[in-house]
T-cell receptor, first 109, second 119 residues
Framework: GQNIDQPTEMTATEGAIVQINCTYQTSGFNGLFWYQQHAGEAPTFLSYNVLDGLEEKGRFSSFLSRSKGYSYLLLKELQMKDSASYLCAGMDSNYQLIWGAGTKLIIKP | GAVVSQHPSWVICKSGTSVKIECRSLDFQATTMFWYRQFPKQSLMLMATSNEGSKATYEQGVEKDKFLINHASLTLSTLTVTSAHPEDSSFYIC???????????????FGPGTRLLVL
């Protein structure tokens, strides 16, 4: 079956760094997405990885290891506005997204 | 780039009425559009996938006669909730994927969502 696993909730301190892990099992693989969703709002696109390695985009970076079925989202210099749910989604051979349940990130001052 | 709009953002209606939600890609061609539903504190649930000019593909358990989807052009898809009941109250979100979005072509860009409350 297809499955995405990520922690339910994480807590971090303003100014710190946090890494949100995601493991995936998909039928075929066409990439791994990370989205941010603030409470009551729709998801917004953060990153897309289809090759192994680290993609850096400002304070946010995303890593992929296809052999391990593993990805992480790294958030640096955390700000209060980063408090949100972070959704990991794997794209299968039919280009369908398989969604994780999301990781709720709580930032404390 | 890659802006998706949804209208209306809020709907309150009486039980038994039908509600239409519009989803538009404003600055790119959406060859594929997706409709999701999300209940409070739960993950996104894909309802259906539609390609421009063809019938939507519904996920298991989603009634196609109740949730009518039309994707008549490369910039517009509509979801009609027919004979809505209180259990249909939810947050409905569309997303679009296609050419000219600015990011990877496989990326889904989401509309802001529509909150439906059926009394």
């Amino acid at each position: 079956g297809q499955n995405i696993d990520q922690p339910t909730e994480m807590t971090a301190t303003e100014g710190a760094i946090v890494q949100i892990n995601c493991t995936y099992q998909t039928s075929g693989f066409n990439g791994l997405f990370w989205y941010q969703q603030h409470a009551g709002e729709a998801p917004t696109f953060l990153s897309y990885n289809v090759l192994d390695g680290l993609e850096e985009k400002g304070r946010f970076s995303s890593f992929l290891s296809r052999s391990k079925g593993y990805s992480y989202l790294l958030l640096k210099e955390l700000q209060m506005k980063d408090s949100a749910s972070y959704l990991c989604a794997g794209m299968d051979s039919n280009y369908q997204l398989i969604w994780g349940a999301g990781t709720k990130l709580i930032i404390k001052p | 780039g890659a802006v998706v709009s949804q209208h209306p953002s809020w709907v309150i209606c009486k039980s038994g009425t039908s509600v239409k939600i519009e989803c538009r890609s404003l600055d790119f061609q959406a060859t594929t559009m997706f409709w999701y539903r999300q209940f409070p504190k739960q993950s996104l649930m894909l309802m259906a996938t539609s390609n421009e000019g063809s019938k939507a593909t519904y996920e298991q358990g989603v009634e196609k006669d109740k949730f009518l989807i039309n994707h008549a052009s490369l910039t517009l898809s509509t979801l009609t909730v027919t004979s809505a009941h209180p259990e249909d109250s939810s947050f409905y979100i569309c997303s679009a994927r296609g050419r000219g979005g600015g990011g990877p072509q496989e990326t889904q860009y989401f509309g802001p969502g529509t909150r439906l409350l059926v009394l």
